[in-house]
Each structure stands twice: as C-alpha cells, then as structure tokens.
C-alpha cells in the first residue's frame, strides 16, 4: 500500500524560513529539519513508528509523550504570559515529561523564561535543546492525542510535519480494553469492545478532517504495512520526512519497541502477531456487533469487513453510534474550553510524575 500523502500544488510551504523561531537555530528551515509529528489513536503503532525514526539516526530520543499542545499548553493559559511559564515550569520540572529530557533544569527555565511565547515555541525550545544534547539533526514527537491538534501546531510550528498512522479498529479494541481504557455509559457496561470502536472511528475522523488544511505536510500509513512491508513503508516516509529510514539500520539499533514490542498481549510468546489479532479473540457475535458499529470506517479505510452485509444494522448499535460520537465531542469540548477542564490536565500531568 502506497503512504497516502496529502497533495499540494506546491510543497515550498514546507521549505519557507520560520521567522517566529525563537533561540539560536533560526536559519532558513528545510523539509529534512522539519520537526516530525507522529499522530494517531493510541495503540495504533505510534510509539513503534516513533522508535524506528529514533533507531535510524539522527533524530532526538526522547522516550516519552511530550503532551505540550493537549495538556500543556492549554492548562497554561496558552504560555503567553511570564507567569503562565513560571507556573508550568513548577509542574513540569517535577514531572516525568522534564526528566525524560535529561536538561539542565536551570538553563532550560532561563529559556523558557526568555524565549517562549506559545505552546509552539515551548516544545520547540525543549526538543531543541535535546537534539542538541544529543548530537541529533532533527526531532519528532509522538504524542497520539495531538492528532486533534494538527490545525493549531501547524499555525505555531510552520513546517511540522505529520504522520497518521492507522490501524484495523478491531485490534485497536482489543487493546484498549485489554488496557482498562474502555469506559461505556453504566447501561452499556457490556460493551466495552463497541465503545472503543466507536471512540476510534472518532478520532480517526477528527485527524482526518484536517488534512486538506495541511497539505503536503500530511501523509497517512497503515500499522499493517509498517509490520508486513517496512522496507517499502520506511523507504516512502523516509521520502515524505526527507530522511533516510534504512531498515537494517533501524533494527540493528532496535530502541524501544523496535526490539521489544509495546504489547498489551505478552502473554503470547512465540505466537505474537499484532495483525488480525481480533480473529482469534473476538467471538463471531462480537464481531457482528462491532461492524455494525464502525464497519463504513473499517471499509472506508480498506479493511476487509467479515461480518454479512445485512447484519449491519440493529436499534442498539443506531443508539451508540448516535451518542458516543456527541459524548466524545462534548468531553473533547470541555477538556478544551472549561475550567474543569484545565484541573483534569493538571490531574494527568502528575499521574505522568
């Protein structure tokens, strides 16, 4: 399978200077510097993606989710304000997120302090300064939720480019639910595989929304291809990013999950397999029931549905598909805009601690 790449008339908007850089790196910007955004609904193959362009050389390791544009920033009023980065530097130094960097806590305060004016610019200077460290040319994130954000990272980090990685939505519910993360309305308990679904057909849709705006700073990958072909994978994002992904690099260096898979299936062993795993533990009714769920997304995507054309459609899945995509959009909505939603960033940021 080809990489979906969103195409432009002209990719010179990925080439043009970022005059709004702050710090001391603000020579004219290239596509083969551009920061790198790996985006996708979590246990989609993000963090593996991610690994790989870290065991290819030459890009920053930073091994954690840097959640400065779904957390950070917006708990902080946006970072405009000195005192907004006085008070997200009193989180962020005693977090996990800080201590994955390895920075000097004072140089990197005096920094912010000085340079920063967004939420942009904060990881800008953060990734940076860890590239540096490092000896590294270039950084990439990979923070999956930042998938709704693309638009808004876009607008702050001119040549961010993003990579959408998809998977088959039935192995993504096993893993969500495997990972408690599944959470239905009290009379829908039983469901939990239907809710996850329906949440990632959500986000799906809300990535995917996004990519005319983006252009050809966008291209889209199939988990299924980077596990059965990563040689023709890696070589066509390596065309995209401008980077050389050579694959017995990556595996020789093999960082992270490269080596040792990110699995919410250990047990296993030798009979690891992260595709169609769905056709092994869901039971034929589950599987009913979840395309009738998000079937039209499982073939709009290219994935081959199993269940019969006329077992699509019941009262019940009419009802989630009804109010599980609003539920997502109000929770979204009230992360986003409300004050409650500001103390629940705060809530995750120190779980991250």
């Not at 908007?13 to 001391?24: C, F, I, Q, V, Y």
């Not at 990579?163 to 469901?191: F, M, N």
């Not at 679904?197 to 988990?223: H, M, P, V």
């Not at 030798?270 to 039971?283: D, L």
Request: glycine share 8%.
């Amino acid at each position: 399978m080809k990489v979906d790449r969103q195409q432009d008339k002209s990719r010179q908007s990925a080439l043009e200077p970022d005059g709004n850089r702050p710090g001391k790196r603000n020579s004219a910007s290239v596509r083969s510097a551009a920061p790198v955004f790996v985006v996708g609904c979590p246990r989609s193959g993000t963090t593996l993606l991610y690994h790989m362009l870290t065991s290819a050389g030459g890009f920053a390791n930073y091994r954690s989710e840097s959640n400065v544009f779904n957390l950070l920033g917006p708990k902080f009023g946006g970072l405009h304000s000195s005192r907004d980065r006085k008070a997200l530097l009193d989180v962020w130094l005693k977090s996990k997120l800080f201590r994955m960097s390895k920075l000097d806590p004072g140089e990197i305060s005096a920094r912010i302090i000085s340079d920063c004016r967004s939420a942009g610019d904060f990881l800008r200077i953060v990734m940076q300064e860890v590239a540096d460290a490092q000896g590294a040319t270039r950084w990439a994130d990979c923070t999956p939720e930042h998938l709704l954000y693309m638009r808004e990272i876009k607008r702050q980090i001119p040549h961010a480019l993003f990579i959408h990685i998809v998977r088959d939505g039935r192995d993504v519910a096993l893993s969500y639910v495997k990972q408690g993360w599944s959470h239905p309305l009290p009379w829908d308990r039983d469901d939990l595989l239907g809710v996850a679904g329906l949440y990632w057909k959500w986000l799906i849709r809300q990535g995917r929304k996004q990519r005319e705006s983006l252009g050809a700073n966008y291209c889209e990958i199939r988990f299924e291809d980077l596990v059965a072909k990563p040689r023709e994978t890696l070589s066509e994002l390596g065309s995209f990013i401008d980077h050389d992904l050579d694959y017995e690099r990556i595996q020789r260096a093999g960082v992270g999950s490269v080596s040792e898979p990110n699995t919410s299936f250990s047990d296993e062993g030798a009979s690891f397999n992260p595709v169609g795993r769905w056709k092994s533990k869901m039971t034929a009714g589950e599987i009913v029931a979840f395309e009738s769920l998000v079937g039209d997304s499982l073939a709009q995507l290219g994935y081959e549905l199993s269940s019969a054309p006329g077992h699509t459609k019941s009262l019940h899945a009419a009802r989630m598909r009804a109010v599980y995509p609003a539920l997502f959009e109000v929770k979204h909505w009230a992360r986003t805009k409300t004050p409650l939603g500001r103390f629940l960033r705060l809530e995750r940021i120190e779980i991250e601690q």
